[in-house]
């Protein structure tokens, strides 16, 4: 008897479970999926992040280095802390701008598709959509990418503690998000959370369109036999996003360096300043040359491909664990993310 009622709790707490998971909308499971998977990828690939940052960004004793010898002097300056520094931001960062991003491509694509019938129904809405998106994300997440970039580039010696290789110790030493947030507020109030933001849309907006403009169209060119194959799906967004981010790089430069630029030498200041996204790249080519617009861009290759793979295997393993249904039967007119 008292076998057969607490296997009938335990059946009624699993069911209780199931029915907790099962209130949840279709659209909150995968924002619950999605954040977990770019928290995870990201954290996977922050040592190559942090190299790309320091070689976007020209910081001494960087800008000649390979991937490996980067790594090493890492490692040799500050420890194993010093691939992750950076990257709680980068975390903080991904998360709501992963959730806002495909939530919002979904409203702007059923918008389009309910408002906008001559554009169709192909690829092209998921370029509009995608650009949208993008941008809405990008503006409501950039102050902890900002806070991201800054703890990224300052690099301590450990011989001498607190000062930074690029700067010569003038830049002061962030703690942290929050420190970050502090101090750039206390330079230049709110507007200065977002320098850099002129950049970084002109490059999300095609960017990010352009990611699941390829996404979709290549794999509406896949056989119907294999559409469901996950390492067939893998690599359709792993070209979409290697195509996508080699178009739109040397914006990333541009942005990397107005977020970095006040906290350089005062004489790089007096005679290299951005103030603005076209005339930060033609700078940047009379200046360094046109090579520095694509640096970083081998190891952002190096890192694509294992992030893509790492965020698609996490996301489904999330979805199996949540319970949610193929986006094809849950939204039929909303298309694959």
Known sequence: MGSSQESTFSSASTAAQVNALDLLPVYAK???????????????????????????????GFQSLGIVRSLRKLWQYEGIRGFYKGNGASVLRIVPYAA?????????????????????TGPVVDLLAGSAAGGTAVLCTYPLDLARTKLAYQVSNVAQPGNSLGNSGHQPVYNGVKDVFKTVYKEGGARSLY?????????????????FYIYEDLKSRVPEDYKRSVVL???????AGLFGQTLTYPLDVVRRQMQVQNKQPQNVNDTFRIRGTFQGLLLIIRCQGWRQLFAGLSLNYVKVVPSVAIGFTTYDMMKNL???PPRERAHPSAGNK
């Open 233 to 239: 799906k893998l690599s359709c967004g792993a070209l």
């Open 30 to 60: 995968e924002l619950i999926a999605g954040g977990a998977a770019g928290a995870f990828a990201k954290t996977a690939v922050a040592p190559l992040e942090r190299v790309k940052i320091l070689l976007q960004t020209r910081t001494e």
């Open 100 to 120: 806002l991003h495909y939530m919002t491509y979904e409203q702007y694509r059923c918008w389009i598709l309910n408002n906008a019938p001559s554009v169709g």
């Open 322 to 324: 949540l319970g949610v």
């Open 195 to 211: 320098r850099g933001i002129g950049p970084t849309l002109i490059g999300i907006l095609p960017y990010a369109g352009l990611k």
